[in-house]
């Protein structure tokens, strides 16, 4: 086992320690704003599994498929083409920490939808990285007003660190529902569940609910 696999191993056997048998604990610290077992941090943690992939702008391409009207393969110039989009919002790491006031800008999973027009069987969507990461949403989740593809963070380009070029936000949803290093997007008609909700973490991932294990 390498560093890695230990890694994915003890957050696996964490969630499997805490999924079932005891009740959730929902408890307020206070303030509205923070989710129930989060705390807030200043600086932006780095979490992933480590394989931090190097995609260059010119290789660059995110692709949107399955049960939509038009399927799409946008380039970094495509994606920079699309009505652009500003948003502020808080995320919220299943970690326990929590960084308020996010500043992200990109093209809105709105837009993303008008643009590929799901069908009307499509209900779910599953995410899919460069690193080989993939997460699952219901299709609901992401016709949020604040759900993004994002480039920019606070004014600068998104770091390699932190899922640059492009990655998704949802903030209604713990970060890991957010892709770093998107390269695919599948509407689909069933669910599919993504790296870390078959290894015992929630499938829906919401952190008013402190809603962390499945
Ligand atoms: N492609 C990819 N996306 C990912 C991950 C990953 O390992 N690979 N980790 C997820 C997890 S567990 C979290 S908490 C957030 C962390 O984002 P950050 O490193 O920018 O804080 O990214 C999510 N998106
Ligand atoms: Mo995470």
Redesign the pocket.
Known sequence: MDQNDRFIKSKENWAKARRGGEEREVFYEGDDRLPPGQHLVETWPV?DLGQKPDIPLSEWTLTIEGAVTTPVTWTWTDFLAQPQFKDVSDFH???SWSRYDNEWEGVSFKQLMAVVQPLPSAKFILFQSYDDYTTNLPLDACQADDVLLTYKWNGRPLTKEHGGPVRMIVPKR???KGAKWIKAITFSEHDEKGFWEVRGYSNSALPWQNDRYG
């Open positions: 979490l790491c299943v970690t713990y970060a890991w």
